[in-house]
């Protein structure tokens, strides 16, 4: 997985090895093009992620505070390697597996890891304060992690481990390492569910529960008959608190201490879009421009301190521009689309696993858009690489379509030819049998 080495120095950002991760980025895709003649596989999302990458530095180019954009700029330049990098990497149908190894991996990881250097709040949600003093200081006091970014990169996570925990055969391993990968992924879940409760951040939650409901009602359509009933409670729960009092509960974050300050920072958002509709206000500004056109209502002598937009297709159009905020909504339906696919896609036995991957990465996709409404951890943080992650394994498992009934075999011995996909992409066939290529029945040939 050599695609991962260079992302080191940018996921490390800012430090003084930025410069030489950003040249390093392009030294493995120069070898590719070298060897294979052509820099990555095609893909029906180039064309929004070429204009992302674009308005990313005509963001970081107008910016009046370089430093902070070249921070969102190495998280942008980032994601996109390793999206492209497990496009490439993962054309080998056995290499999914390993990816989806190493998303899970990374969400434990994050989980076990990000806790030290998390503040964390006794009485946000619920008092637990004997629980929180034996949880240690945060250890990292240069490298801190704010509890509702850390809630949101696990939200994005747990979805996978869930849906291949209860619907995979996981058939891709030996039937002896079933059982202890059945036990690995309940352990993963168990793990990334117990710090996103301690991170009581109520967007997570909200989107998480509804993100799980979903994949219940794709997977058991049957459920959908408990709809009503779910419709009753909803409507006890507004009739008892109010409707607004409800929202606001359920919006307060540290910074916004009601929706309507949320309602504010949401229209200052689209006065910064409507004053910069093509440029943006520069990558990662937003709260020097708001301090300086929008300050916030002064509470307690005290003004705010508000970082994003607290929206994640708001903040993306205040750095990128309407142009930026279109080809990333682009980017999110291809890729939920693909998504989608792969989960009704059927092609026998040796596919449900990848159905479970596929409706695990859906619901993810799903979550990221629900959390995105109230937030926005996954743009201008440095989780926000693990979208770009979920996305870049949809495509890669998306175009495993075009290789039924052999969806798992190894692409890349042999000769190559080009062909045109489901998706309209060309994609190198090296070492597939005409089979392969058009999943038809016709007689196989080398």
Request: charged share 10%.
């Amino acid at each position: 997985m050599w695609f991962l080495l260079p992302l080191v120095p940018l996921l490390l950002f800012p430090n003084v090895l930025t410069p030489l991760g950003l040249a390093l980025v392009l030294l493995p895709w120069l070898c590719r093009w070298e060897e294979r003649g052509h820099l990555t596989r095609r893909t029906p999302t180039d064309w929004p992620i070429a204009i992302i990458l674009a308005m990313t530095l005509i963001g970081a180019t107008v910016s009046d505070n370089p430093s902070l954009s070249l921070t969102t700029l190495c998280q942008v330049v980032a994601g996109v390697a390793l999206f492209y990098g497990v496009v490439n990497w993962a054309w080998s149908g056995h290499r999914v597996w390993h990816v989806v190894f190493l998303l899970i991996a990374s969400g434990v990881a994050l989980a076990l890891v990000a806790p030290l250097g998390t503040t964390w709040n006794r009485t946000k949600l619920f008092s637990a304060s004997r629980l929180y003093d034996h949880i240690p200081a945060p250890l990292l006091p240069y490298e801190t992690v704010n509890r509702n970014v850390l809630a949101g990169a696990l939200a994005l996570l747990v979805p996978v481990s869930v849906a291949l925990l209860l619907f995979a055969p996981l058939s891709f391993l030996p039937r002896a390492q079933a059982r202890s990968g059945r036990v690995g992924l309940l352990a993963a879940t168990l793990t990334m569910l117990a710090v996103i409760i301690l991170t009581q951040s109520r967007g997570a939650y909200l989107a998480l529960a509804i993100g799980l409901l979903v994949m219940a009602f794709l997977r058991r359509p049957e459920l959908l008959w408990g709809t009503p009933l779910l419709l009753m409670g909803v409507g006890v729960a507004v009739r008892r608190f109010g409707l607004y009092p409800l929202v606001d509960a359920m919006l307060v974050t540290d910074s916004l201490e009601s929706l309507e300050a949320r309602r504010q920072i949401w229209s200052a958002a689209l006065g910064m879009i409507g004053h910069f509709p093509l440029s943006g206000i520069g990558l990662g500004t937003f709260d020097q421009v708001l301090s300086n056109v929008s300050p916030l209502p002064m509470r307690h002598g005290l003004k705010a301190h508000v970082n994003h937009a607290h929206n994640l297709f708001l903040q993306v159009g205040v750095d990128l521009g309407v142009v930026g905020l279109g080809a990333f909504v682009a980017l999110l339906i291809i890729s939920l689309r693909t998504a989608w696919g792969v989960w009704r896609f059927r092609g026998g036995r040796e596919w449900q696993d990848a159905n479970a991957l596929g409706l695990g990465l859906l619901i993810s996709l799903v979550v990221m858009v629900l959390h995105g409404l109230v937030d926005a951890v996954t743009w201008g943080t440095k989780p926000s690489v693990i979208p770009w992650l979920v996305m870049g394994l949809s495509v890669a498992v998306g175009g495993l379509k075009d290789r039924a009934p052999r969806p798992w075999a190894d692409g890349d011995g042999g000769g190559s030819h080009e062909i045109t996909n489901v998706s309209g992409s060309r994609e190198s066939t090296r070492g597939l049998t005409r089979r392969d290529c058009t999943g038809a029945n016709s007689p196989t040939s080398t």
